[in-house]
């Protein structure tokens, strides 16, 4: 891909345009078309997995084997009962609960919530982390499916994970 940058704006070797600059552009350009094919593509580059989530606390999305920063998050649903009867788990931005009381006077526990719903938050290290509310005091079998984020192109020879029909979308938009 860097070559056929080169190509583009006929400069073969790196006079004006380092390798630094073009594989920066190439990146961009490669997170643009990535998320124009999301819109367009529906279930294209989204991947499923399948998590034990542990009882009783959050879980960093290390610690679940998912990527820390995926692009969006399309289902949760706890297939602790049934595999083929999954309940679905609503999104819910995080609330941060010391905060809330103390505007509110008003205390977050297992009753505010009909049903289990998610968050995505950070922890004290800046990782990513997954909670459940109510918190379950067992472990729960989750199906997520998702849309990982890009992988940065980094060696030369690295190509993106799109089909190879959008390559040639990345190097014009670079």
Same mark, same amino acid.
């Given at each position: 891909m860097l070559q056929a940058v080169r190509d583009d704006l006929d400069e073969e070797d790196p006079a004006f345009w380092t390798n630094a600059l073009l594989k920066r552009y190439l990146n961009r350009a490669y997170r643009w078309v990535r998320s124009e094919i999301v819109k367009i593509h529906d279930g294209?580059?989204?991947?499923?997995? $399948?998590?034990? &989530?542990?009882? %009783?606390?959050?879980?960093?999305?290390?610690? =679940? !084997? *998912?990527?820390? +920063? @995926?692009?969006?998050?399309?289902?949760?649903?706890?297939?602790?009962?049934?595999?083929?009867?999954?309940?679905?788990?609503d999104h819910v931005d995080y609330i941060d609960e010391s905060n809330y009381r103390l505007r509110t006077g008003t205390i977050v526990d297992?009753?505010?919530?009909?049903? $289990?719903?998610? &968050?995505?938050? %950070?922890?004290?290290?800046?990782?990513?982390? =997954? !909670? *459940?509310?109510? +918190? @379950?005091?067992?472990?729960?079998?989750?199906?997520?499916?998702?849309?990982?984020?890009?992988?940065?192109?980094?060696?030369d020879g690295d190509t993106?994970?799109?089909?190879?029909?959008f390559h040639e979308a990345i190097v014009l938009r670079a």
């Amino acid at each position: 891909m860097l070559q056929a940058v080169r190509d583009d704006l006929d400069e073969e070797d790196p006079a004006f345009w380092t390798n630094a600059l073009l594989k920066r552009y190439l990146n961009r350009a490669y997170r643009w078309v990535r998320s124009e094919i999301v819109k367009i593509h529906d279930g294209l580059l989204e991947r499923e997995k $399948t998590i034990t &989530y542990p009882g %009783g606390r959050q879980a960093t999305f290390a610690d =679940l !084997g *998912l990527p820390d +920063q @995926p692009l969006s998050i399309v289902l949760l649903e706890d297939i602790s009962t049934s595999a083929d009867k999954g309940i679905v788990i609503d999104h819910v931005d995080y609330i941060d609960e010391s905060n809330y009381r103390l505007r509110t006077g008003t205390i977050v526990d297992s009753a505010s919530f009909r049903n $289990t719903v998610y &968050y995505i938050s %950070g922890d004290d290290t800046g990782a990513r982390v =997954l !909670g *459940l509310r109510p +918190q @379950p005091s067992g472990t729960k079998t989750l199906r997520m499916i998702y849309v990982p984020g890009a992988t940065e192109l980094v060696a030369d020879g690295d190509t993106p994970e799109i089909p190879d029909d959008f390559h040639e979308a990345i190097v014009l938009r670079a």
